[in-house]
Structures are given as structure tokens and as C-alpha cells.
């Protein structure tokens, strides 16, 4: 509406949503789509082509009641940092256990986000295929959510946003969280795995020599962000191994 508005050719460029870019090359720009200057609130002009785009990249994060409640927050953060518009859904559980296990409130995380829904509200825009979005990153993914996206029972928002973001064939990624799994875990795992999902438990990397638990949450969280073509920047990558002799 905006662009016809002013004139401007709306087009739809769908590619441009998986452009890798960086945090620090946004914050120079004040432009997270590096060949695009922003014109307005949400209207972008390639400056070689000259075309527009109609929208910012757009995620929907949801936050569910398993261990790792830290994750889903960071993951919120760099996307607020890479001016990334998010959708964020927090399930009752998800609720509890960030609690249990970190020292923030409901307040510093819905600042984070720049919509938040309940999960009951299976009304929300993000309800809908019309809605049009990037991704969605179930972060933690508790076994009980991974259930329902799996069979399709969408009891309340966090599934049934999931399940039309597999529906629309958009991208879905799953930060999977218990040990050990059972066979029920990894059947409902491979199901969605083969469907296109991205299943992504937190498993660290210890190759990069975590000293802190910070540490090893920046390494999770920046790995989820590259799914999606986001380089953050914020953590170590295995650049090969430097002293041969630890090889011998
Ligand atoms: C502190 C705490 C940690 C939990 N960790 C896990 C976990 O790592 N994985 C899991 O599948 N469930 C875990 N649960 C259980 C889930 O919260 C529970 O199954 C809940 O029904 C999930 O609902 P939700 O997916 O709607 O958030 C945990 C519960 C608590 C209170």
C-alpha cells in the first residue's frame, strides 16, 4: 500500500530475505539488507536495480518450556541488533521455567520482540498463510511442542504457527531440548527433519574451547541465526586446525 502510495513499483524478491549479512556491517549502514537503502518505515531500494521491497525480514520466535530458556533470549537480542521485525510467542512453560533458570522478567523479554502474542491467541496475524513471514525458530523446543508440530495438533499458537509455517513451505527450526531421547523424540524428529525442518538441539561445540556458559549460548545461538543466513559475528567459527603437530 505504502509504496504505491509514493509511487513506487511494489515487487515481491524473495532471495533477498537469505542474504548473509553481519552485525557489524549493519550498524555502519543503519541497514541490515546491504544493497538496499531504506526509504521509509519498511520499504527498501535496491540501489543498483532501483527496485523495492515491501518489507523487512520478519521472524517468528517462540520460546516453550524446556531447559534453555537463555537461547531463545539471545536469539531474540542479535535479531533486535540486526533490525530483524520479530514475533514472539512464549508458552506457559516457557513462562515458568525462565524463572526457574534466569533472573529476567516477562518485561525485558517482550522488549525484545516487536510483537508478542500469548499462546492462546491462535487469532494472531502469525495464525494465518497470509501473514507473511521469513521463518519461524521454536527456541528451547520442548518434546510436548515437537509432539504437536509433528501431528499437526495445533492446540495453541506456537503450533499452529508452526505448522503453517510448514504448511506455506517456510523455514522452521527446531532448538530440540532433552537427553537422552527416546524413540517417540527421534521418530517425531526425523518426521519433521524429512519434511524440511531444521532440528538443532543445543548441543555445544567444544572445538572453540568455551570457557563460560555465555560462551557456549553466544556459540548456539549465532549457529541458529546462520539457518537463516544472519552472520552475527559473536562467535568463534573452527577455522582449521592451527598447530599440525596436534594432529601427529
Ligand atoms: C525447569 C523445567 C525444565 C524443563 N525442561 C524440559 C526439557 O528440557 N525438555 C522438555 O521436553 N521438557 C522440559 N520440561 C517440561 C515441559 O515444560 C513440559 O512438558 C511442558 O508441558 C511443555 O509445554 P510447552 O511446550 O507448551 O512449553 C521442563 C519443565 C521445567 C519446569
Not at 163 to 176: A, F, G, M, S
Request: net charge positive.
Amino acid at each position: 500500500m505504502k509504496s504505491s502510495s509514493m509511487g513506487h513499483r511494489s515487487i515481491r524478491i524473495s532471495n533477498y530475505m537469505f542474504r548473509p549479512f553481519s552485525i557489524s556491517s549493519t550498524i555502519r549502514n543503519k541497514n541490515p539488507i546491504s544493497d538496499y537503502e531504506q526509504v521509509s518505515n519498511d520499504i527498501y531500494q535496491n540501489q543498483s536495480t532501483g527496485l523495492y521491497l515491501t518489507r523487512p525480514k520478519r521472524i517468528v520466535v517462540a520460546i516453550t518450556g524446556a531447559t534453555g530458556i537463555a537461547i531463545g533470549v539471545r536469539v531474540l537480542e542479535l535479531l533486535k541488533q540486526c533490525k530483524v521485525e520479530t514475533h514472539l510467542i512464549m508458552s506457559k512453560w516457557g513462562m515458568a521455567t525462565m524463572k526457574y533458570e534466569t533472573d529476567y522478567h516477562m518485561d525485558d523479554i517482550m522488549a525484545l520482540a516487536s510483537k508478542v502474542y500469548t499462546a492462546r491467541d491462535v487469532s494472531a496475524p502469525i495464525s494465518s498463510g497470509s501473514f507473511q513471514h521469513d521463518g519461524m525458530i521454536v527456541v528451547p523446543c520442548s518434546m510436548k511442542t515437537l509432539a504437536g508440530i509433528r501431528m499437526g495438533f495445533t492446540e495453541d499458537l506456537i503450533v499452529r504457527a508452526a505448522d503453517v509455517t510448514l504448511k506455506e513451505r517456510r523455514k522452521l527450526l527446531l532448538v530440540t531440548r532433552e537427553t537422552p531421547l527416546s524413540d517417540i523424540h527421534l521418530d517425531n524428529m526425523l518426521y519433521l527433519s524429512r519434511m524440511g525442518t531444521i532440528i538443532f538441539p543445543p548441543v555445544p561445540a567444544f572445538y572453540t574451547k568455551p570457557r563460560t556458559v555465555e560462551d557456549i549460548i553466544e556459540q548456539s545461538s549465532g549457529r541458529v541465526l546462520d539457518c537463516f543466513g544472519i552472520d552475527t559475528n559473536t562467535f568463534p567459527r573452527w577455522e582449521g586446525v592451527k598447530d599440525t603437530k596436534t594432529l601427529k
